[in-house]
């Protein structure tokens, strides 16, 4: 089992405003009858992965992020979109920069600059026996998935899928750790089949970037979409410092802002208190 080292980043405190952190307990989980929905339709015709945003349908709903409510920049917005082979999905981020990360290892890219992050889980009974598994364990499961997209170096797009749980391929999980919270991931890897564009773009007038990628279904244990279905979802933006070479905090579509000093606090993912991703037929 390989342990991934820590690398520990500067606090966003500023931005943060002394609201809850890495470290602290999590909050109850929502009421599932209240939880946000994010409203994804299936698509007429394949979006063209190129990093713009104008051609998404009108009816995809936004998903907001944002470090601070009150600022305008450190925000983003994601939509998604599907049909019977994809799942698609673009990030409009005010960040004050174009997208950079210098790392080149996306295990860690977390931990090394701008990266976006969708999260999903295909598990028939997403929200039944959501425990940790251990001693400052996470809440995953089977079928919970982690989809971090960034440039690695700040030129080489890669879309990378963190499989939590997965039995059948487990011959080198990997345990992110500093000394307490710790997550354990059975596969990590480029997800075969899927394409990732990012540009450098103005959001709402703010120097930023979009990111627009598509993720094979059968990433996702072979999953079959269908109108009506509801996925367990999260997607976050994790803002890097202005070189691009440490993450300074990051912000969620479900669940608070934080910092990111702490390695396995911020390798969890906690679906527990995720929204739905909602596949809806095409208008």
């Known amino acids: 089992m390989s342990v991934i080292k820590a690398v520990t980043t500067l606090a966003f405190a500023a931005i943060l405003g002394g609201g809850p952190v890495c470290g602290e307990t999590p909050s109850a989980p929502p009421d599932p009858s209240r939880r946000q929905v994010l409203s994804a339709p299936r698509l007429t015709s394949p979006i063209v992965i190129d990093g713009v945003a104008a051609d998404w349908p009108k009816d995809a709903s936004r998903a907001s992020m944002a470090l601070d409510p009150d600022a305008e920049e450190y925000r983003g917005a994601a939509r998604a979109a599907w049909d019977d082979e994809f799942l698609y999905t673009v990030f409009e981020v005010a960040s004050g920069k174009p997208l950079r990360n210098a790392g080149g290892d996306p295990t860690t890219a977390f931990k090394t600059g701008d990266t976006v992050e969708l999260f999903l889980s295909v598990n028939e009974n997403p929200l039944a026996d959501r425990r940790p598994r251990g001693a400052n364990l996470d809440t995953a499961k089977t079928g919970d998935y982690r989809i971090l997209m960034t440039l690695l ?90 070189s691009g070479t440490a993450s300074m905090g990051k912000a969620y579509w479900n669940g608070p802002s934080h910092m990111t000093a702490d390695l396995g606090v911020e390798a969890q993912i906690h679906p527990e208190h995720w929204g739905w991703l909602e596949l809806t037929k095409s208008n």
């Open 153 to 242: 170096r700040n030129t080489r797009p890669v879309v990378f899928g963190f499989d939590f749980v997965n039995p059948a391929h487990n011959q080198n999980p990997m345990t992110f750790q500093i000394s307490g919270p710790k997550a354990l991931v059975d596969h990590a890897a480029a997800v075969d089949g899927a394409v990732m564009a990012a540009r450098k773009a103005a959001v709402k007038g703010i120097d930023g970037f979009v990111v627009e990628a598509k993720i094979p279904w059968k990433y996702f244990r072979n999953y079959k979409p269908k109108a009506g279905a509801r996925l367990l979802c999260n997607l976050a933006v994790n803002f890097s410092n202005q």
